[in-house]
T-cell receptor, first 112, second 118 residues
Framework: EDQVTQSPEALRLQEGESSSLNCSYT??????LFWYRQDPGKGPEFLFT???AGEEKEKERLKATLTKKESFLHITAPKPEDSATYLC?????????????FGSGTQLTVLP | GAVVSQHPSWVICKSGTSVKIECRSL??????MFWYRQFPKQSLMLMAT?????????EQGVEKDKFLINHASLTLSTLTVTSAHPEDSSFYIC??????????????FGPGTRLTVL
């Protein structure tokens, strides 16, 4: 069964304390793994797409990596404004449809 | 990145009335748009997939007669919640997928619409 699982559910960091968020997946034939950031009361904001194992992408203090079974979102020296829920998603194919299935998210809080 | 707008951003209505939510892709054409629902502290739940010019495909458990979706153009999809009841109160988010072959497209999300039914 295709699944997307994120951990931890919640993470509290001090400003400047680096850490990683995990997204593990089981899907036959990965067609991309997506990371989004969601602030309270807003829609998800696109961050990265990773397509193949070994691929890495960076944006400011964020770096996403991908293996054959999981993806990590590394946050280096986070700031309070990085506080948000981070969602990963994988497209599952159902017939002719391609739909993103989301993990439950990691709620990140960065304390000043 | 691509921009998706939603209108209204919030709406309060009385039980039994209908509410229409618009979703627009502002700087790209979207053959496919999606509608999600999100409850507090939960992840996004896909309600339906709409393709321009054809009927929407609803997820299991979503009432198609209650949640009417129209995707009349490549930049506009609407969700109408008919005869809304308090249990329909939620955060509704649309997304639009950029065109491209499998593996190269991306879904961009609107800012969401907070619906409160009294």
């Amino acid at each position: 069964e295709d699944q997307v699982t994120q951990s931890p559910e919640a993470l509290r960091l001090q400003e400047g304390e680096s850490s990683s968020l995990n997204c593990s997946y089981t899907v036959s034939g990965l067609r991309g793994l997506f990371w989004y950031r969601q602030d309270p009361g807003k829609g998800p904001e696109f961050l990265f797409t990773l397509y193949s194992a070994g691929e890495e992408k960076e944006k400011e203090r964020l770096k996403a990596t991908l293996t054959k079974k999981e993806s990590f979102l590394h946050i280096t020296a986070p700031k309070p404004e990085d506080s948000a829920t981070y969602l990963c998603a994988v497209p599952f194919s159902s017939g002719s449809a391609r739909q993103l299935t989301f993990g439950s998210g990691t709620q990140l809080t960065v304390l000043p | 990145g691509a921009v998706v707008s939603q209108h209204p951003s919030w709406v309060i209505c009385k039980s039994g009335t209908s509410v229409k939510i618009e979703c627009r892709s502002l700087d790209f054409q979207a053959t496919t748009m999606f509608w999600y629902r999100q409850f507090p502290k939960q992840s996004l739940m896909l309600m339906a997939t709409s393709n321009e010019g054809s009927k929407a495909t609803y997820e299991q458990g979503v009432e198609k007669d209650k949640f009417l979706i129209n995707h009349a153009s490549l930049t506009l999809s609407t969700l109408t919640v008919t005869s809304a009841h308090p249990e329909d109160s939620s955060f509704y988010i649309c997304s639009a997928r950029t065109s491209g072959r499998w593996g190269t497209d991306t879904q961009y999300f609107g800012p969401g619409t907070r619906l409160t039914v009294l």
